[in-house]
């Protein structure tokens, strides 16, 4: 996440936040409600309290929309939202190679998703969207100076056939959505 997102959710959920540098001896956790540092217990200080805690950041987010019932309503069912959260993860855990992500459901002993730090781009289309595709996958590349761009990417070469296509775009590396651009890609791949 990046900060403000953070910020965001943080109005809007309860949040908590457990991190460690490699350097530190223990782990510290912060919790926050409505925008706010809070207590993790009732009549406790709310400054983030020492724990333990593996080097890295562990963010937990419950509750969405607790404070929002109009939100609330408008929720598709439980199992709905899930999917699209799944979903989201699922891109930014492809994207950002180099940071584990593990999701999975309040209750639920199995991670519907777990990624490893270790893993690369490959790997972890490997891991979520399964061996098939990762064989077939080509590496892209390019770059112009003139205006100060770069691109990379991995595409499947044109012998890969699949009823969905899985488009997967980030700016700047924030997800983006471009009905456009799927359309297009889609239009050259019908071809083969």
């Known amino acids: ?24 001896k223990c782990a510290f956790k912060a919790c926050y409600c409505d925008g706010k540092l809070t207590p993790a217990k009732p009549g406790a200080s709310a400054d983030p309290k020492p724990c333990a805690g593996n080097v890295g950041t562990q963010i937990t987010v419950e509750d969405v929309f607790y404070n929002m019932p109009t939100r609330q309503r408008a929720l598709k ?6 999917s699209r959260i799944q979903d989201v993860v699922t891109r930014y855990a492809v994207h950002n190679a180099g940071v584990g ?17 270790a893993a690369s ?12 595709i990762a064989k077939e996958l080509l590496e892209m590349k390019c770059s112009d100076d003139r205006c100060g761009m770069r691109m990379s990417g991995l ?7 699949t009823k969905k296509l899985v488009f997967l775009l980030f700016i700047n590396h924030r997800l983006v959505d471009c009905v456009g651009i799927r359309r297009m890609i889609e239009s050259v791949y019908s071809a083969y």
């Not at 992500?101 to 730090?117: N, P, V, Y």
């Not at 595409?155 to 056939?161: I, L």
């Open 1 to 24: 996440f990046r900060g403000e997102a953070l910020a965001s959710i943080s109005h809007v959920a309860h949040l908590s936040i457990v991190t460690r540098t490699a350097d530190a």
């Open 77 to 82: 069912s439980a199992s709905e939202e899930y």
């Open 101 to 117: 992500f593990t999701l999975k459901k309040q209750g639920e002993g199995m991670a519907d998703i777990r990624t490893s730090a």
């Open 121 to 132: 781009k490959q790997d972890n289309i490997r891991t979520l969207f399964g061996a098939s």
């Open 155 to 161: 595409v499947t070469n044109a012998n890969y056939s």
